[in-house]
């Protein structure tokens, strides 16, 4: 028999490493940029075109590197950070495994001049795939200038994949903000193409407001404990300033960003009962702890650290945002004059209570006038197309005889509970609505109990009609008397321009003021007493991570459906929310006349059968 294993060429092995080092641009900016600071640069410089496709330039003023050096710092795991394995656990470098630049250049053109403080003159190399073109004498600075040009360019399937532009410059951004707020000594500029952003020297809380600005420095509280297990200083935000969407949440251990689940859970929980249940705190972090006490090794791309005693570490750090919380002042006091409010349970997978949505008393959002044009109410009046029984059970009966039937592609959540597949029963007139803890909403039915998710259930509706106009075409537009200003984070830019021809199309209109400043000056002829504002910022949650361009057919009706979602959202009745009679009724004859009553369109249940047999076992 022959020999069948046989040893991979290094390019094919770098590409193999750069599947998992390289994901995106954006990996290629981290890995550049930790290079230079590595090597002791106090000015870096980075320049992006295409979002990454074409070039991604970083220069430096490092110390550079001699022509031997240069030529094999693009050699697999050859660097200068470690020396044995033991050094893994007292490292002081971003980098150490010597897998970067090699990954980098395995995929892509790579042009590169330096120089060292010693050399009068400098080396000039250039590398394709892997393989090195020429190396010659130049003159240059002192420091390092890599080009890193047609990403991807030798893996079709890679490169295709990768995402619109705007998605990839979102990515860029979020990268450069983070490798920005931990090198705050170091001056870092970025320059997109389209953006520019240079940030100078200076303290930490400096740096965090010259990235965020929006007056974020009022709204924190320091932070400084030091004990001999780890020192932890930095900000975090006051319990008012919480955000419900797009926290800044930043976790630095001696001088590099991680992600660590376990320290987020304690930061959070000490917001607990002061913030709500939907919105998330800002944190700004950093942990100085004994490199021997910590494993950065674990995660190609070294943002997962292992912590030899985080749980020692955790009350230090619940210890420490407590005392800055209750040291600023920043626990409210309590007011016994005021009538508590119980407190309902969101089960898993439902939406939390939205605190800035009022709804007034007297408004019914099923019959009646409506609120008005009032662009600042969450409230939607549903006005059907159709005239529908208003004998519910009917209704129900024939759908569960298999008249309307269930989706095919029925996508179910989570936390689903039993719903009855078939009813057998006839209609049994005169049931009876009762609502209980203001959520649910209880009546009977020939098979049991029938226990049905007010707020789900409107948002299905809602939903169903939102999503039909929606899928109508292009719609008019209502221009608002006072336009709604949103402020959007740089990061959030391109997203809003990926999904600006889709919110045009649906009659949304939003312009530019200045800065992080945008307006909305026109709705959607049907969603006008929706809160645009708060429609508009959940719908750039859309273009993310895991978003692509909307420009095909099918990514459309995805952004359609998505929008109507957020839309049924906002307009829904909430949790706490009394109704009458009159109203469950009416919400159970809609709920009831849809093709798939069962789910809500992210796949949560909406109602819920106790029949005869759990009855009886109950009462047994």
Same mark, same amino acid.
């Given at each position: 028999?022959?020999?069948?294993?046989?040893?991979?060429?290094?390019?094919?092995?770098?590409?193999?490493?750069?599947?998992?080092?390289?994901?995106?641009?954006?990996?290629?900016?981290?890995?550049?940029?930790?290079?230079?600071?590595?090597?002791?640069?106090?000015?870096?410089?980075?320049?992006?075109?295409?979002?990454?496709?074409?070039?991604?330039?970083?220069?430096?003023?490092?110390?550079?590197?001699?022509?031997?050096?240069?030529?094999?710092?693009?050699?697999?795991?050859?660097?200068?950070?470690?020396?044995?394995?033991?050094?893994?656990? =007292?490292?002081?470098?971003?980098?150490?495994?010597?897998?970067?630049? +090699?990954?980098?250049?395995?995929?892509?053109?790579?042009?590169?001049?330096?120089? =060292?403080?010693?050399? +009068?003159?400098?080396?000039?190399?250039?590398?394709?795939?892997?393989?090195?073109?020429?190396?010659?004498?130049?003159?240059?600075?002192?420091?390092?200038?890599?080009?890193?040009?047609?990403?991807?360019?030798?893996?079709?399937?890679?490169?295709?994949?990768?995402?619109?532009?705007?998605?990839?410059?979102?990515?860029?951004?979020?990268?450069?903000?983070?490798?920005?707020?931990?090198?705050?000594?170091?001056?870092? =500029?970025?320059?997109?193409?389209?953006?520019?952003?240079?940030?100078?020297?200076?303290?930490?809380?400096?740096?965090?407001?010259?990235?965020?600005?929006?007056?974020?420095?009022?709204?924190?509280? +320091?932070?400084?404990?030091?004990?001999?297990?780890?020192?932890?200083?930095?900000?975090?935000?006051? $319990?008012?300033?919480?955000?419900?969407?797009?926290?800044?949440?930043?976790?630095?251990?001696?001088?590099?960003?991680?992600?660590?689940?376990?320290?987020?859970?304690?930061?959070?929980?000490?917001?607990?009962?002061?913030?709500?249940?939907?919105?998330?705190?800002?944190?700004?972090?950093?942990?100085?702890?004994?490199?021997?006490?910590?494993?950065?090794?674990?995660?190609?791309?070294?943002?997962?650290?292992?912590?030899?005693?985080?749980?020692?570490?955790? $009350?230090?750090?619940?210890?420490?945002?407590?005392?800055?919380?209750?040291?600023?002042?920043?626990?409210? =006091?309590?007011?016994?004059?005021?009538?508590?409010?119980?407190?309902?349970?969101?089960?898993?997978?439902?939406?939390?209570?939205?605190?800035?949505?009022?709804?007034?008393?007297?408004?019914?959002?099923?019959?009646?006038?409506?609120?008005?044009?009032?662009?600042?109410?969450?409230?939607?009046?549903?006005?059907?197309?159709?005239?529908?029984?208003?004998?519910?059970?009917?209704?129900?009966?024939?759908? @569960?005889?298999?008249?309307?039937?269930?989706?095919?592609?029925?996508?179910?959540?989570?936390?689903? @509970?039993?719903?009855?597949?078939?009813?057998?029963?006839?209609?049994?007139?005169?049931?009876?609505?009762?609502?209980?803890?203001?959520?649910?909403?209880?009546?009977?039915?020939?098979?049991?109990?029938?226990?049905?998710?007010?707020?789900?259930?409107?948002?299905?509706?809602?939903?169903?009609?939102?999503?039909?106009?929606?899928?109508?075409?292009?719609?008019?537009?209502?221009?608002?008397?006072?336009?709604?200003?949103?402020?959007?984070?740089?990061?959030?830019?391109?997203?809003?321009?990926?999904?600006?021809?889709?919110?045009?199309?649906?009659?949304?209109?939003?312009?530019?003021?200045?800065?992080?400043?945008?307006?909305?000056?026109?709705?959607?002829?049907?969603?006008?007493?929706?809160?645009?504002?708060?429609?508009?910022?959940?719908?750039?949650?859309?273009?993310?991570?895991?978003?692509?361009?909307?420009?095909?057919?099918?990514?459309?009706?995805?952004?359609?459906?998505?929008?109507?979602?957020?839309?049924?959202?906002?307009?829904?009745?909430?949790?706490?929310?009394?109704?009458?009679?009159?109203?469950?009724?009416?919400?159970?004859?809609?709920?009831?006349?849809? $093709?798939?009553?069962?789910?809500? $369109?992210?796949?949560?249940?909406?109602?819920?059968?106790?029949?005869?047999?759990?009855?009886?076992?109950?009462?047994?």
């Amino acid at each position: 028999m022959s020999d069948i294993i046989k040893l991979l060429p290094d390019s094919v092995a770098n590409q193999i490493a750069a599947g998992e080092v390289i994901q995106r641009p954006a990996s290629v900016i981290k890995e550049l940029v930790e290079n230079s600071v590595d090597a002791g640069a106090s000015d870096i410089k980075i320049y992006i075109k295409d979002a990454g496709r074409t070039l991604i330039q970083v220069i430096d003023n490092g110390k550079g590197m001699s022509a031997t050096d240069a030529r094999m710092a693009f050699e697999r795991h050859a660097t200068s950070k470690i020396k044995d394995a033991a050094d893994l656990f =007292s490292l002081h470098t971003m980098g150490f495994r010597g897998e970067a630049l +090699p990954s980098v250049c395995a995929i892509s053109q790579i042009e590169m001049k330096t120089r =060292s403080s010693s050399d +009068p003159i400098g080396t000039h190399i250039r590398i394709n795939a892997s393989k090195v073109e020429a190396q010659e004498s130049v003159a240059c600075a002192q420091g390092t200038n890599i080009m890193v040009k047609n990403l991807f360019f030798n893996v079709p399937a890679r490169r295709k994949f990768l995402k619109s532009d705007n998605v990839e410059l979102s990515n860029i951004m979020r990268e450069f903000e983070r490798l920005a707020l931990v090198n705050n000594s170091i001056r870092m =500029s970025i320059d997109t193409g389209t953006r520019t952003i240079d940030l100078k020297p200076g303290t930490f809380r400096q740096r965090i407001e010259d990235l965020w600005k929006n007056n974020l420095d009022l709204h924190l509280l +320091p932070i400084e404990v030091d004990t001999a297990l780890v020192r932890i200083s930095g900000y975090i935000s006051r $319990p008012e300033y919480a955000r419900r969407r797009n926290p800044l949440q930043y976790l630095i251990v001696n001088g590099r960003n991680m992600r660590h689940p376990y320290f987020h859970k304690a930061v959070v929980g000490c917001y607990e009962s002061l913030i709500a249940q939907d919105t998330q705190p800002c944190y700004f972090l950093k942990f100085d702890v004994d490199p021997d006490t910590i494993d950065v090794n674990i995660h190609p791309t070294k943002n997962e650290i292992k912590f030899e005693y985080e749980q020692d570490i955790w $009350p230090i750090l619940q210890a420490a945002v407590k005392a800055a919380l209750g040291k600023f002042g920043a626990v409210p =006091s309590i007011d016994f004059s005021v009538d508590v409010v119980p407190v309902v349970p969101i089960e898993k997978g439902t939406s939390p209570i939205e605190p800035t949505i009022e709804i007034p008393k007297d408004y019914n959002p099923f019959q009646g006038s409506g609120m008005g044009n009032n662009s600042q109410s969450s409230s939607y009046r549903y006005q059907p197309d159709k005239k529908i029984s208003a004998n519910w059970d009917t209704l129900y009966s024939e759908f @569960m005889r298999g008249a309307h039937g269930f989706g095919e592609n029925q996508e179910k959540g989570k936390d689903q @509970m039993p719903v009855l597949s078939e009813f057998q029963g006839t209609e049994v007139p005169g049931n009876i609505c009762v609502q209980y803890a203001d959520r649910y909403i209880v009546t009977t039915s020939r098979d049991g109990i029938l226990i049905i998710d007010q707020r789900r259930a409107h948002i299905k509706i809602l939903f169903e009609e939102f999503y039909k106009n929606l899928c109508q075409g292009e719609h008019s537009s209502i221009g608002l008397m006072f336009p709604d200003s949103i402020e959007i984070e740089s990061v959030q830019q391109d997203n809003l321009v990926e999904i600006m021809p889709e919110l045009n199309k649906v009659g949304f209109r939003i312009e530019y003021e200045s800065e992080n400043r945008w307006n909305i000056v026109g709705v959607p002829t049907f969603s006008k007493n929706l809160d645009s504002r708060d429609i508009v910022l959940k719908m750039l949650e859309t273009v993310d991570d895991s978003g692509a361009n909307y420009g095909n057919a099918g990514k459309e009706s995805d952004l359609m459906r998505k929008l109507a979602l957020n839309m049924a959202r906002g307009g829904a009745i909430n949790y706490g929310r009394k109704l009458n009679t009159e109203e469950m009724e009416h919400i159970v004859t809609r709920l009831f006349a849809l $093709p798939d009553p069962s789910y809500t $369109p992210n796949g949560n249940v909406i109602f819920y059968i106790m029949d005869g047999k759990r009855l009886s076992e109950i009462f047994h």
